[in-house]
T-cell receptor, first 118, second 111 residues
Framework: DSGVTQTPKHLITATGQRVTLRCSPR?????VYWYQQSLDQGLQFLIQ???????AKGNILERFSAQQFPDLHSELNLSSLELGDSALYFC?????????????????FGEGSRLTVL | SQQGEEDPQALSIQEGENATMNCSYK?????LQWYRQNSGRGLVHLIL?????REKHSGRLRVTLDTSKKSSSLLITASRAADTASYFC???????????FGQGTRLTINP
């Protein structure tokens, strides 16, 4: 058990719909990362938050948005869903190493949310 | 595009044999990490090697890093059926706030 909790585990929805994926990081971890894993694209970095602020952005679509709340949990919102959005969405957390900015240490991954868009 | 590329994409060996997976990357890094993923599960961190380190060991795992060649290798010795999983390398680029993962190597250990 990594200590990172993701809900829901499975989600089936239709095209055009909107879903929210939730992540609770490990106790004490200030950074939250979101990744998308699909068969043809591998593990793609979406976005990272540190203590409530967006710190890095990857290949995140405009239809997707995320935020990190004061209690450090994070939500990933996916809207106007398309068939190609079907994937495993992972949340990971970490403690930023010391005072060094831009250093990513060990990530602790949740078990993922499997999204199926029909 | 992915920063790291693993080679081979798939590897099948007999239990007890050693398994070696390679990773190549493109830009300067702060550290390189290896993760394991059982089918459909979350990734689990195995080992982190910093850019100023050349080799690191953890149990049956041995990781090497050659920054001049921008490559790393993961060696699993005395493999077990339970080692069957996908293995990913991930690079932390300098002044980057993210880890970039490769496509992974699917390792199958045959009993």
């Amino acid at each position: 058990d990594s200590g990172v909790t993701q809900t829901p585990k499975h989600l089936i929805t239709a095209t055009g719909q909107r879903v929210t994926l939730r992540c609770s990081p490990r106790s004490g971890d200030l950074s939250v990362y979101w990744y998308q894993q699909s068969l043809d694209q591998g593990l793609q970095f979406l976005i990272q938050y540190y203590n409530g602020e967006e710190r890095a952005k990857g290949n995140i679509l405009e239809r997707f948005s995320a935020q990190q709340f004061p209690d450090l949990h994070s939500e990933l919102n996916l809207s106007s869903l398309e068939l190609g959005d079907s994937a495993l969405y992972f949340c990971a957390s970490s403690v930023v190493q010391g005072a060094l900015a831009g250093v990513t240490g060990e990530l602790f991954f949740g078990e993922g949310s499997r999204l199926t868009v029909l | 595009s992915q920063q790291g590329e693993e080679d081979p994409q798939a590897l099948s060996i007999q239990e007890g044999e050693n398994a070696t997976m390679n990773c190549s990357y493109k830009t300067s890094i702060n550290n390189l990490q290896w993760y394991r993923q059982n089918s459909g599960r979350g990734l689990v961190h195995l080992i982190l090697i910093r850019s100023n380190e050349r080799e690191k060991h953890s149990g049956r795992l041995r990781v090497t890093l050659d920054t001049s060649k921008k490559s790393s290798s993961l060696l699993i010795t005395a493999s077990r059926a339970a080692d069957t999983a996908s293995y990913f390398c991930a690079t932390g680029a300098l002044r980057a706030q993210k880890l970039v993962f490769g496509q992974g190597t699917r390792l199958t250990i045959n009993p």
